[in-house]
């Protein structure tokens, strides 16, 4: 498979002087280099040397990913080899302790936000547990906008470790879960693998998510949703955000949480989704895991 993997810390051992680590990171990323310092950086901030973990997986690039990651001071795997599922395992692999983060590239996440995490992994009975996400919705045109507001109310209830960029595990939740199969939603994996009892929502925790600025950029990444719902109903696994009905939108308009401006903006939205979804199952069925430009920022912003 000719992965690199930097040797200069082998898995398991930190650098000499350095503490043992309080928790591993590992962030996916393919041609990231756009985000992947900033985010670092946001991770990083205000820990002590060797707190946190860190590996890098740089998957299949064709930019300055793995350069720019190794600037930030962290480890980093590099593979030509592309699928989301891969690079997750192979950073599983360097990682050297428990629990556990996996945050996704263009996902930021500070430092109190990781150790509100390790907490809540402490506590008895929590297997798996993931921040609440907040939304940055800068550049997002207003029927983006809109749509997004709908979006997001329907979907919480359902949400846990799904849909927020980031999950986190502990020894035996990774048990549970890993080594993790080549599936398109590796979060509806890992969330459908824990009952509700044993997976957290960190109140304290929080993910800075970027939605989808276009409505292109965000029927593609829902089409992918889709397909990867299909594929874990296939595989057995209940998708994560269970079944949105129509009474459900009602409910938010009759409570005035949306308009119905915001409403008819969903539901145009939603029919496209499900049609482009029809139609590309119908063709091939596959969907291939890759960098979402529609929600990213220029290099250094």
């Known amino acids: 498979m000719n992965d690199a993997v930097d040797e200069d810390t082998p898995p398991g051992r930190g650098r000499p002087g350095e503490r043992q680590p309080v928790v591993s990171v590992v962030v996916p990323a393919h041609n990231e280099e756009a985000v992947v310092a900033s985010g670092l950086r946001r991770l990083l901030a205000g820990t002590a040397p060797g707190e946190f973990d860190v590996v890098v997986v740089a998957n299949a690039c064709s930019d300055r990913t793995a350069e720019v990651a190794r600037q930030a001071g962290v480890r980093v795997v590099e593979t030509p080899v592309p699928g989301k599922a891969n690079a997750l395992r192979l950073g599983d692999e360097t990682c050297r302790t428990f629990p ?4 996704d590239a263009d996902v930021e996440l500070d430092a109190e936000s990781v150790r509100a995490l390790v907490a809540a992994a402490g506590r008895p009975g929590v297997l798996a547990c993931a921040p609440v996400p907040a939304w940055d919705l800068a550049g997002v045109g207003w029927f983006t906008r809109r749509m997004h507001k709908v979006h997001d109310q329907l979907i919480a209830p359902f949400r846990a470790l799904a849909g927020v960029g ?3 595990l502990t020894e035996q939740g990774h048990a549970r879960v890993f080594p993790l ?15 509700p009892h044993e997976r957290a929502v960190v109140s304290e925790a929080r993910s800075l998510v970027r939605p989808a600025r276009t409505v292109s950029a965000h029927l593609n990444r829902r089409v992918r949703v889709r397909l990867g719902n299909r594929q874990l109903a296939e595989l057995g696994r209940s998708a994560a955000e269970g079944r949105l009905r129509l009474s459900s939108l009602g409910a938010l308009v009759a409570g005035r949480k949306v308009s119905l401006l915001d409403a008819g903006c969903y539901l145009t939205v939603l029919i496209m989704d499900r049609t482009l979804t029809r139609m590309r199952a119908s063709r091939d069925g596959g969907v291939e895991w890759g960098t979402d430009a529609g929600s990213r ?5």
């Open 100 to 103: 556990r983060v996996y945050l």
């Open 166 to 168: 980031v999950y986190v």
């Open 181 to 195: 199969p080549d599936v398109i939603s590796d979060d509806g994996w890992v969330h459908g693998g824990f009952a």
């Open 297 to 301: 920022s220029p290099a250094g912003g």
